[in-house]
């Protein structure tokens, strides 16, 4: 199903032009407009779901495989060094457009991608209390 107003639906649909670089019938892969590098691109389903939660566990695990065959792909194309896989899910996770979709960003050596974090420490208690809660 279609979000009316939703503009990857429609990228998807091919209602709005995109550099496609694949397309089958549950997928489009196409350049990112604002990458991040040379190369960034998206997967977006052809379906609307609004993030990773309301997925199809089949749909996930087909946009996994297809992010795989596409890096394979273009990491000789690009020449770049690496990648980085990114999928965001809610506005505090850094989700701005709600469709599914996930990044497919190259990294190159010395290149100014800020994806990362500062590194913590499990603690006992909050172990304990996620182990206890998942169990």
């Given at each position: 199903?279609?979000?009316?107003?939703?503009?990857?639906?429609?990228?998807?649909?091919g209602?709005?032009?995109?550099a496609?670089?694949?397309?089958?019938?549950?997928?489009?892969?196409?350049?990112?407009?604002?990458?991040?590098?040379?190369g960034?691109?998206?997967i977006?389903?052809?379906?609307?779901?609004?993030?990773?939660?309301e997925?199809?566990?089949?749909?996930?695990?087909?946009?996994?495989?297809?992010?795989?065959?596409?890096?394979?792909?273009l990491?000789?194309?690009?020449?770049?060094?690496?990648?980085?896989?990114?999928?965001?899910?809610?506005e505090?996770?850094?989700?701005?457009?709600?469709?599914?979709?996930?990044?497919?960003?190259?990294?190159?050596?010395?290149?100014?991608?800020?994806?990362?974090?500062?590194?913590?420490?499990?603690?006992?208690?909050?172990?304990?209390?996620?182990l206890?809660?998942?169990?």
């Amino acid at each position: 199903m279609r979000e009316e107003n939703c503009i990857f639906c429609k990228i998807a649909a091919g209602e709005i032009p995109s550099a496609t670089l694949y397309e089958d019938d549950d997928f489009r892969v196409i350049l990112d407009v604002s990458p991040a590098s040379k190369g960034h691109a998206l997967i977006l389903p052809k379906e609307h779901y609004r993030n990773l939660y309301e997925l199809d566990d089949g749909l996930a695990s087909k946009a996994l495989v297809l992010a795989k065959k596409m890096i394979v792909r273009l990491k000789d194309v690009l020449g770049c060094d690496g990648y980085n896989i990114v999928q965001n899910n809610e506005e505090a996770a850094g989700q701005t457009v709600f469709h599914f979709h996930m990044h497919m960003i190259p990294r190159y050596q010395g290149d100014k991608v800020g994806i990362g974090w500062h590194m913590g420490e499990l603690k006992e208690k909050d172990k304990e209390e996620i182990l206890n809660s998942v169990k």
